[in-house]
């Protein structure tokens, strides 16, 4: 099982990213996938997961209105559109499997919110 992250980079309060995780050795619906995140000094925190079976979507509240998570079953990858970006959404964003207690872990991606 191979989760593979990216898109992260420096974006201004405000601003838009949208993050990718290729999953490889299993498909998305075999397991509930998501997005966790680190910021600087604090502990890694749940941010938003998507069903395996439904694809019905978990958000943090801390996100909701402004973080979508989706999959593309077919190219096998999940994606975290993250819109209306703050400060206090810096952080090393992570794709796992399963939520909420993954099993497996992909690299981080680090996402800077800064103007």
């Known amino acids: 099982v191979q989760l593979q992250a990216s898109g992260g980079g420096l974006v201004q309060p405000g601003g838009s990213l949208r993050l990718s995780c290729k999953a490889s050795?299993?498909?998305?619906?075999?397991?509930?996938i998501g997005w966790f995140r680190q910021a600087p000094g604090k502990g890694r925190e749940g941010v938003s997961c998507?069903?395996?079976?439904?694809?019905?979507?978990y958000y943090a509240d801390s996100v909701k209105g402004r973080f979508t998570i989706s999959r593309d079953n077919t190219k096998n990858t999940l994606y975290l559109q993250m819109n209306s970006l703050k400060l206090e959404d810096t952080a090393v964003y992570y794709c796992?499997?399963?939520?909420?207690?993954?099993?497996?872990w992909g690299q981080g991606t680090l996402v800077t919110v800064s103007s």
């Open positions: 796992a499997a399963e939520c909420p207690s993954p099993l497996y």
């Open positions: 050795g299993f498909t998305l619906d075999d397991y509930a």
């Open positions: 998507i069903s395996g079976s439904d694809g019905s979507p």
